[in-house]
């Protein structure tokens, strides 16, 4: 059996050498074949641990670390209570709900990278899409944490699930969080089913190349007996049009509903009619910015430069600017509104929130989220990774920056001065939120170990179309 | 090896598919099965008491009344645990010097009453009033059961809100004469129907659903 | 699946109540488990690590220790032992409930029922489940306040004013509010201690009789017995008896909050012991000198329900116009049409002037009286005798005697201003104590309740001084500062626990009765004179019912019923004496002038620091400055801006050669060079909760000069974290209080809401709301215009509805959980130093279109038929959405475990007919659902007759001093909250908001004087 | 696709297999077996490939249908399960809006709209396409192991009236691909 492995093994032909980026003009680069594809992606998963590198190792451990933290704070807080948090009247919302926000906000990028772009047939996706729907159920997964923990009681969580109970009680579906136990729960079930209907036929190619004999049943039983039948093929097509159909209206009605939270509820600051398109952009943006951080160092780990190429790169640094100008205009807006509806609770708000006791917060979200940005414009910059990752980082902290000003800004100072107050998060706070960083990167690590992190068949397609352009048959170019 | 599995795998792998959906519907089942059972709602479970004390002989066979011990169901949101002077009352005559009455007249003797064990206990946060319901037309039975058939007493219904819910819905169905109120044995009429909206107005019963009503 | 419920101890819900785990159980021999003795020195130290209200949770970490549960089961007996564990809150008192239907029958029940008298419902005997309502009094410096105190199964929980009592008329005060809470205060002591070590009242006896021989062979030499002031006549009785047996005794009083000038002065226009009474319902103009008449003093209860009639404005009445005169914010001055902020050293001299410029023959004096005092005066003459002039409690003699003048020269004197006979004895002070005992007079020290170790001036030195006697004993509820140093040291009894008798300020006598046997098997006054007097074995009820059997020969016994119901003994009012000849003012002696000075008072919520170890009190917004848990040092913005001080910032204040330091509170309305500091903190040994808070203002007080005193003051390093519950106290143009001039008011009367557009109903996506309110429609009023700040209906709420103390920290960082709080805001016109102060009680709204209901996912909060914005604490599941989406951030969560499920004490105070919230869940105002409901269902059962108005009446309501608080049904035009929110005055907050407050509010009115209109609040220096 | 064909023309085959480099020959090997008259015939390739279906005869793709459906039970699910909470299950007043705030239940409505129409959407195709099936008589072949990594195959199904094992061998061989193998059951 076993020198059967050791030839699987040595089937599979990684690149010894660092294979340069083949520049921002092409999707994938020269000399790919079906089988070399298939190996290169492939091999990252089914190849023994000595393949992988050790960076791998010291990134799983430390998010392992932060899990671990995770866990504590969690025990504190069913044992103690919400107490443990920086809350108070009238902030009663904190941490928890921001990093709900944000969470979700970055679950937004995979669904509309695999989804939107498929339908506009924007052919550079081919190569994040995979890990980016990843990442959104990571985050989800992050993301749906929070409106548990942050309950009063979170053991009651299911009484927000209409089931015909003892009580005879149900819940109240006037309420915007009850709209978000559907949007959250649809959209996380959904992204799953997308994800795996993608991975079904990669799963197929792990089977039929994994070295191993236990690898090769988990895969078979994962990929349901996936055989490539043309007409199998057909109705998987269909199906998954379909979901990307679907997906695309899901991802925003999510994050409306999310902003609907805000936007119901009649609080100077959150009562705002801007509020779903603003929220949208903003995950939109969020979630690209998320994705460029994982991905630029993900390709350079994985000597993958040739198959995410800087063409997907800067083609998402593009987007991400756009969006950025449309978050930029609700920013705009809401300050204007605040002026120009002339209402006092309003525009006090807006003052307060620029000049208040955490101004230096909102001008710095501004610096994060609309100035540097703009760097974006210059191609340079665009193919100065190092540049591109760094203001993805910027982002990802300025989009957390925005929804701490939405969410803490109008509490602590709204109707009746009487009621004014601060929020100062405690050490748990950060430590949940810390924690569920180190749990999202777990996943991640986990995930480019146990599951292609690019979609093989697609890369096929995207061979297959390259090599029709060039007129040349892919066996030459093996030979 | 081409082939990984055997041909039955396949049905297996649906069968599976079957099995999982059944499993999944039957745990909650049983869930339901446990949650509604006696286990948690304790009816039909008769604890243990410090006395062998007999519903069933004191009200059928003697036949004395629910207020000679309860005395203030009408009055007060508590019916009343009957103080040992009443037991005392007759046992000082009667049965006193049987073994079982013993605790009665040590309880008198010593000072410290009887512990009973609670039956009926409804959660903290849940204030119920047994003086409206009894003037309102609601019998001793329609919750507590024919007392007169329970050797030692029990719970019949289970007490959920849902149960309490169903009768402040339609309290027409439930209602009866005041006259009828202490008699455990009572059985709702064929005209139940027609009754029951004539008392409900003759009473001014209202259908209370507000969560203050129970919940303060 | 099971309901989950939020009052379980330990928070985790999942539970559900097993029939067989609690029990039905006997209270009649709760009293009469014998008891092992525990080291309790060591137990204090245990428990004395958690300071503060935290110890109403540590003390359940503490529970597990075997040494608490004996601790406990001491302090209340049985209730530990007898209840199986996990009996829940309501079937300890079930269990109470069938132990009464017991009562009767085993005839061995802890209370003397045979002579209590239920007030209000007398049953033919107690009917488990059913509260009942007893009559008694508190009393405090010596006068009595009449109260009824509610008893659920013999344990009484809530304590409500006596509507037949002179000095209650039916509302409280905070004192009485949170007096409850004292009664089961597991800090009280438990046991006679003997040099700190275990005794028992037999040994007690035993020796004090034995010394009792050695005094009565000397006639009573050497002595000296130290009380509080007292009018109890059975007490006063047994002392004359005690000081006739033993002539040579002495009899000593001290009482840190009464100022001996009121009574010297009112002697010296008397002619004799007198009590200055003032008629509010007669006076169309009121001057105060540093009076707080609205919240201090005996009758401020009357006071306020006087004022309150003579400012109403809505039956075409003109109000009163009061002119405070006053050195630092006081309740009363924040109702003032015209404020003046004075240095209470300058008071006198402002006083001599007003009486010149009146015509009283007055000493002349340099300096010349500010030009708004001549206007004032003007006021006053053009309302000869229908004007009062008040002056302050704490202000000296002269002050007193000018008022008096005053009032006399004006004709007031028999309208508004009345002689009484006074009850007070008189007795030597603790100055001649002190010296007694330093010149070795004192032999034999006995002190009954007073705690002058703690509270006599520091100039007395009395801890030094109290070491001369060879014998002291001391007779008080906690071991406290003063019994460290006794030899002997009695547990007493609480006001609930004990037989004995009081006088109001105008002399009507209450008899005050037990609602249950001491809890520690504390001692009363009178038994402690008893054995004195050789009769070691008289109990309290003989010897009060013996006084009053000599008093009332015959029909005593149906005397002796009705003044037990009634709470007062008719006819025992105090006869109104002619005044004696005219009062001649002396000369001045101003203090030596320095820059500085320091007024002392008591502390608003903890007064002269006997209350210190009350969670309620401490954490009870101070009036004004709304600070908890901390006495504070006042200083004017202006002085503060000078001198760098921030809040928070050290000041050191010396007087003499003594010093304090304590926290700055910069604070409006102070007045210039003078600084406010208050008595009640700095304890040592008042339990776990008083200890070890802010500073003695005693430490710094100087006998000569009491109350008032120069000083210096420097800034010290380091600052100090107060926590307030109100950061912000300007209104920041959202008027969430709208007030006008009278003159403003008579042209539109409708003022609060004349620049309100209406609110656009079509911009919602819903109809008009389908939802009729047929039945009832539960609605509230709160007069902005009589509301003084008091706070007394924050605590009532608090005592009614089991709301928990979240201690100092949580309070700090807003987490604090009143039900109702009194916003405080300082309006523009007039300087940072000198604004206008508003008042504003601000409940749940109970909005209509209720924004908080909408948001619940659990509809947790939903409304009632009749409109009440409910709250099921048992449906919460916490997401805090409600309050956030809240504009008057009116509900409070439990963010920990806040309500202490432990302590069997707490169990038996609760309130039966609330449910204690647990962690996790949000709470706010039921609008006393509670009560609400009981009244609804007593009316359906009197053959569904109709709810009388008036009959519902919340916990607030009832304790408000004014009646600004007015709850009613909406649906009935004739109902007086139906009338109130028909006046044109009335609006509601937010209104722009669309949510239909049913809680609305009177708009603030100020009858200010036109000749000084602008200067109301200017800052004139005498 | 169920080989429970009832008269089994070739006990123990399940048909013949030949394997070719490039989706264009799969294209035309198939056009070329269908206008022989093969209609029981499958092909496969690691990858979708245009026509490829069409090119054996596969005309009517129903997932969309499925879906559809899906979607509109979804849609009354969500809305008929609030209108019953609020309306009929406990009528409650909540701050004053109507029992049925219709506006109110749009989210959810369309949330479960889009779970259902999703959750189809999958369950369809796999369904349709008879998957799971771990266990496939193709997978005999070894060399079919390429089949989802970079090689193309076309399989005549012993179930076709035309197979006939040698002649299908024979013309499988003309059709230029690498090499042909029977497939056995």
């Not at chain 2, 609670?118 to 309102?136: E, G, Q």
């Not at chain 3, 046991?191 to 034995?210: C, E």
């Not at chain 3, 169309?284 to 209860?301: C, H, K, M, Q, R």
Request: glycine residues 6%.
């Amino acid at each position: 059996m076993d020198q059967i492995e050791k030839a699987n093994v040595n089937n599979i032909h990684l690149p010894t050498e660092v294979i340069p980026d083949p520049g921002a003009n092409i999707v994938l680069g020269h000399g790919l074949d079906y089988k070399t594809v298939t190996d290169r992606i492939g091999g990252i998963v089914v190849l023994p641990w000595k393949n992988s590198p050790k960076k791998w190792l010291v990134g799983a451990f430390i998010s392992f670390c932060f899990v671990n933290l995770l866990m504590l704070a969690v025990y504190l807080l069913f044992t103690k209570g919400v107490g443990i948090w920086g809350l108070n009247i009238p902030v009663a919302w904190g941490f928890a709900i921001i990093n709900f926000v944000w969470w979700i906000g970055i679950g937004h990028a995979g669904t509309l990278i695999s989804a939107v772009l498929f339908l506009v047939k924007q052919d550079w996706r081919t190569s994040i899409n995979r890990f980016s729907e990843a990442m959104t159920l990571f985050a989800v997964a992050c993301a749906g944490m929070f409106p548990i923990l942050h309950l009063g009681r979170p053991w009651l969580f299911y009484w927000l699930l209409p089931y015909p109970n003892s009580m005879w009680l149900w819940p109240q579906p006037r309420s915007p969080l009850e709209w978000d136990v559907f949007a959250v729960s649809t959209y996380g079930t959904v992204s799953l089913v997308f994800w795996y209907v993608g991975l079904l036929p990669d799963l197929a190619s792990l089977r039929d190349t994994a070295p191993y004999l236990w690898q090769r049943k988990i895969y078979a039983i994962l990929s349901l007996g996936w055989r490539g039948s043309a007409i199998h093929w057909h109705r998987y097509q269909k199906a998954y049009l379909l979901l990307a159909g679907l997906a695309t209206p899901l991802v925003l009605s999510v994050h409306t509903i999310v902003s609907f939270d805000f936007a119901v509820s009649q609080l100077p600051g959150w009562h705002t009619t801007i509020f779903p398109p603003y929220f949208v952009a903003g995950a939109v943006y969020s979630g690209f910015a998320m994705v460029l951080t994982l991905v630029i160092p993900l390709r350079a780990w994985y000597n993958m430069r040739d198959l995410i190429t800087l063409r997907t790169i800067e083609a998402a640094a593009k987007l991400m600017l756009g969006v950025g100008l449309i978050v930029a205009y609700g920013y705009g807006m809401e300050a204007f509104f605040a002026w120009y509806s002339g209402d006092k609770y309003e525009s006090f708000m807006y003052w307060n929130r620029m000049t208040g006791p955490y101004g230096f917060m909102y001008w710095l979200l501004i610096l994060c989220n609309i100035a540097i940005p703009q760097l974006l414009w210059s191609q340079k910059v665009r193919h100065n990774l190092g540049l591109v990752w760094t203001i993805s980082i910027v982002i990802n902290i300025g989009m957390w920056l925005e929804r701490f000003e939405i969410v803490v800004t109008s509490l602590h100072r709204d109707f009746l001065p009487s009621s004014w107050g601060m929020y100062i998060p405690t050490k748990w706070d950060i430590a949940t939120y810390a924690g569920t960083l180190g749990f999202f990167m777990l996943l991640i690590f986990l995930f480019v170990r146990a599951l292609p992190s690019i979609s093989i068949f697609e890369v096929r397609e995207q061979v297959h179309h390259d090599l029709q352009h060039e007129n040349k048959p892919a066996v030459e170019e093996h030979a | 090896m081409a082939q990984l599995f055997r041909p039955s795998s396949n049905t297996i792998a649906k069968v599976s598919i079957v099995a999982v959906v059944l499993l999944a519907s039957s745990t909650i089942g049983v869930a339901y099965m446990i949650d509604r059972g006696s286990w948690i709602t304790n009816v039909q479970v008769a604890p243990e008491q410090p006395i062998a004390f007999s519903h069933k002989h004191h009200v059928k066979d003697d036949g004395i009344d629910c207020r000679y011990c309860h005395t203030s169901v009408e009055t007060s949101h508590f019916a009343g645990v009957p103080p040992t002077e009443t037991c005392m009352s007759c046992h000082s005559q009667i049965w006193n010097n049987v073994t079982a009455t013993q605790p009665i007249r040590d309880s008198w003797a010593s000072g410290k009453s009887i512990a009973w064990n609670r039956v009926h206990n409804l959660p903290d946060y849940v204030y119920f009033n047994h003086s409206i319901h009894v003037n309102k037309g609601i019998g001793c039975s329609s919750c507590h059961g024919n007392v007169a058939e329970m050797p030692l007493i029990y719970k019949v219904n289970t007490l959920n809100m849902n149960w309490c819910i169903n009768c402040h819905r339609n309290p027409a169905q439930y209602i009866r004469p005041r006259a009828e109120i202490f008699n455990v044995a009572y059985q709702y009429p064929d005209n139940q129907a027609e009754l029951g909206a004539k008392l409900v107005k003759e009473y001014h019963v209202q259908s209370l659903l507000d969560c203050a009503t129970c919940h303060r | 699946m099971k309901d989950h419920s939020p009052s379980h101890p330990n928070g985790n819900m999942n539970e559900h109540d097993k029939t067989t785990a609690s029990a039905l159980v006997p209270l009649e021999s709760l009293l009469e488990t014998p008891h092992k003795k525990v080291d309790l020195a060591e137990l204090r130290e245990k428990l004395a690590a958690g300071r503060g209200p935290a110890f109403w949770r540590t003390l359940d970490e503490a529970a597990e220790s075997e040494h608490l549960k004996e601790y406990v089961e001491q302090e209340f007996p049985g209730l530990s032992g007898q209840i199986p564990q996990g009996v829940d809150r309501r079937n300890l008192l079930k269990v109470m409930g069938a132990s009464l239907a017991m009562a009767g029958a085993a005839g061995c029940t802890k209370l003397p029922l045979e002579s209590i008298v239920p007030y209000v419902r007398q049953p033919e005997n107690i009917v488990p489940g059913l509260p009942m309502f007893y009559a008694t009094a508190i009393t405090n410096a010596g006068y009595a306040k009449g109260v009824l105190v509610e008893s659920h199964f013999n344990r009484p929980t809530k304590v409500e004013g006596n509507p037949d009592h002179p000095a209650s008329l039916g509302s409280t005060t905070i004192f009485e509010q949170a007096s409850i809470l004292n009664l089961y205060d597991p800090d009280r002591s438990e046991t006679v201690l003997q040099r700190g070590g275990l005794s028992t009242w037999g040994q007690f006896t035993g020796a004090a009789s034995l010394e009792a021989q050695s005094v009565g062979s000397r006639q009573g030499e050497g002595l000296a017995i130290l009380t509080g002031l007292t009018t109890s006549p059975t007490f006063i009785s047994q002392m004359n008896a005690l000081l006739a047996q033993w002539p040579k005794a002495k009899w000593y009083t001290h009482e840190p909050s009464a100022n001996p000038a009121v009574r010297s002065a009112a002697k010296k226009i008397a002619g004799r012991p007198a009590y200055v009474d003032y008629d509010f319902s007669q006076a169309d103009v009121i001057v105060s000198l540093e009076s707080d008449f609205l919240n201090a003093g005996p009758a401020s209860l009357k006071n306020a329900r006087q004022f309150a009639a003579k400012r109403g404005i809505d039956n075409g009445q003109t109000p009163v116009r009061y002119y405070a005169v006053e050195s630092s914010p006081s309740v009363s001055g924040s109702l003032a049409d015209h404020r003046f902020s004075v240095k209470s050293s300058a008071i006198p001299a402002m006083a001599y002037q007003l009486a010149k410029a009146l015509g009283v023959a007055s000493p002349d004096l340099a300096g010349t009286a500010p030009d708004w005092l001549a206007k004032v005066a003007e006021d006053l003459s053009s309302h000869k005798s229908r004007c009062l002039v008040i002056p302050g409690e704490y202000q000296p003699e002269s002050v007193h005697l000018a008022a008096y003048a005053i009032n006399a020269a004006l004709g007031n004197v028999g309208t508004t201003v009345r002689l009484l006979e006074s009850y007070i004895p008189e007795t030597s002070s603790l100055e001649d104590l002190t010296s007694d005992l330093n010149n070795g007079h004192v032999e034999m020290l006995v002190i009954i309740e007073a705690n002058p170790v703690y509270s006599a001036p520091a100039s007395l030195n009395f801890e030094a001084a109290i070491r001369k006697a060879r014998l002291v004993v001391r007779l008080g509820q906690h071991f406290d500062e003063t019994s460290r140093w006794s030899h002997w040291h009695v547990p007493s009894v609480h006001y609930l626990e004990t037989w004995t008798d009081a006088r109001a300020f105008d002399g009507t006598v209450t008899i005050l009765q037990p609602l249950v046997e001491p809890l520690y098997r504390g001692k009363s006054p009178h038994e402690m004179l008893s054995v004195l007097l050789g009769k070691p074995d008289a109990t309290p009820h003989d010897i009060v019912k013996a006084y009053w059997q000599s008093t009332n020969p015959n029909g005593f016994d149906a005397f002796w019923k009705t003044s037990l119901h009634n709470g007062v003994v008719a006819g025992t009012a105090a006869a109104v004496l002619n005044a004696g000849g005219p009062v001649t003012l002396p000369a001045l002696t101003p203090l030596e002038s320095s820059e500085w000075e320091v007024t002392f008072q008591p502390d608003p919520t903890v007064g002269d620091g006997s209350w210190a170890n009350n969670g309620w009190l401490q954490e009870l917004p101070k009036p004004q400055t709304k600070t908890t848990w901390d006495n504070l040092i006042f200083v004017r913005p202006s002085d503060a801006e000078k001198m760098g001080l921030h809040n928070g910032d050290l000041l050191k204040v010396t007087v003499k050669d003594r010093s304090v330091t304590g926290p700055v509170w910069v604070t409006p309305n102070q007045a210039q060079g003078s600084v406010r500091i208050f008595f009640g903190y700095g304890r040592t040994a008042s339990g776990r909760v008083g200890n070890k808070i802010g500073y003695s203002a005693y430490a710094i007080q100087d006998a000569s000069l009491p109350y008032i005193a120069p000083a210096t003051i420097a800034k010290v390093p380091g600052r100090y974290e107060i926590a307030n519950t109100q950061a912000t106290q300007s209104m920041e143009e959202r008027e969430p209080v709208r007030a006008a001039e009278f003159a403003e008011f008579k042209e539109h009367p409708n003022f609060p809401t004349l620049e309100e557009k209406p609110v656009p109903k079509e911009l919602s996506l819903y109809p008009e709301s389908q939802w009729t309110y047929p039945n009832h429609k539960w609605g509230m009023t709160i007069d902005l215009n009589i509301c003084t700040g008091c706070s007394a209906c924050a605590i009532a709420c608090q005592a009614e509805n089991n709301i928990a103390v979240v201690g100092k920290d949580q309070v700090a960082r807003g987490r604090h959980m009143h039900w109702i709080r009194i916003d405080q805001y300082y309006s523009g016109n007039g300087t940072l130093d000198e604004p206008v102060s508003y008042n504003q009680p601000v409940p749940c709204m109970h909005c209509e279109n209720a924004p908080c209901e909408v948001v619940c996912p659990v509809g947790a909060t939903v409304h009632s038929n009749e409109g009440i914005n409910q709250m099921v604490y048992n449906r919460c599941v916490g997401t805090r959405y409600c309050s956030n989406n809240c504009p008057y951030k009116v509900r409070r969560f439990n963010f920990y475990l806040y309500s202490d499920w432990e302590t069997e004490s707490l169990k038996g105070m609760r309130n039966p007919d609330v449910t204690v919230r647990s962690r996790g869940v949000m709470e706010k105002c039921s609008y006393c659902i509670q009560r609400i409901q009981e009244v609804k269902i007593k009316a359906e059962k009197e053959d569904n007759r109709k709810i009388v108005d008036g009959e519902i009446i919340t916990a607030c309501q009832q304790a408000c001093p004014t009646q600004a608080i007015t709850f009613g049904d909406l649906n009935d035009p004739q109902s007086k909250v139906a009338q109130m929110a028909a006046l044109k005055r009335n609006y509601s907050l937010l209104d722009d908001l669309n949510n239909r407050p049913r809680t609305t509010y009177l708009g603030n009115v100020r009858n200010s004087n036109e000749a000084l209109r602008g200067q109301r609040g200017s800052n004139r220096e005498g | 696709m169920s080989h429970a064909v009832s008269t089994k023309r070739y006990e123990g085959l399940y048909g013949a297999l030949v394997e070719f480099d490039t989706p264009e020959d799969l294209l035309d090997a198939c056009d070329k077996a269908y206008a022989e008259g093969f209609r029981k015939m499958d092909a496969f390739a690691p990858m979708p490939v245009d026509g490829l279906a069409e090119a054996i005869g596969y005309k009517k793709n129903k997932v969309a249908l499925c879906v559809l459906i899906g979607g509109i039970t979804g849609m009354c699910f969500g809305f008929g399960l609030l209108q019953w909470i609020s309306q009929v299950a406990y009528p409650l007043n909540v701050g004053g809006r109507p029992l049925n705030s219709w506006p109110a239940f749009i989210p959810i409505t369309f949330e479960c709209m889009i779970l259902f129409s999703a959750l189809t959407s999958m369950i369809s195709m796999l369904a349709m396409n008879g998957l799971p099936r771990p266990y496939h008589a193709l997978f005999n072949v070894p060399a079919f192991e390429r089949a989802s990594v970079d090689k193309f195959f076309l399989l005549i199904e012993s179930q076709d009236p035309k197979f006939e094992p040698d002649q299908t061998v024979d013309f499988l061989k003309t059709l230029g691909g690498n090499e042909v193998n029977f497939v056995p059951e």
